[in-house]
């Protein structure tokens, strides 16, 4: 499956930005979604992940109860809405897929989008 990430841009502390993930080639609906971040000088770090029908998410406390994961199978689209940013979510955001259920290892996404840069200014 090829994925496509968009949605990046600039913005201040407290707005928000909507990322999406197109995906095209095998059935988008076979695979779990994960986000991913990597910000400069660190490790990529799991942010978000969708089941394959999108009944089960899964965050890291890092973001809970400020971003959410969604998925539209009919669209062959993934989503991660992320409100009340913080400087410290400047990243390089990552979409991939995986066969795996929810998982958060970086190792078990088969499928990677180029990254859409999201700048967070304080």
């Known amino acids: 499956v090829q994925l496509q990430a968009s949605g990046g841009g600039l913005v201040q502390a407290g707005g928000s930005l909507r990322l999406s993930c197109a995906a095209s080639?095998?059935?988008?609906?076979?695979?779990?979604m994960g986000w991913f971040r990597q910000a400069p000088g660190k490790e990529r770090e799991f942010v978000a992940a969708i089941t394959w029908n999108g009944d089960s998410t899964h965050y890291a406390d890092s973001v809970k109860g400020r971003f959410t994961v969604s998925r539209d199978n009919g669209k062959n689209t993934a989503y991660l809405q992320m409100n009340s940013l913080k400087p410290e979510d400047t990243a390089v955001y990552y979409c991939?897929?995986?066969?795996?259920?929810?998982?958060?290892?970086?190792?078990?996404?088969?499928?990677w989008g180029q990254g859409t840069q999201v700048t967070v200014s304080s």
């Open positions: 991939a897929a995986s066969i795996m259920v929810l998982t958060t290892s970086d190792l078990a996404y088969d499928y």
């Open positions: 080639g095998r059935p988008f609906s076979r695979y779990s």
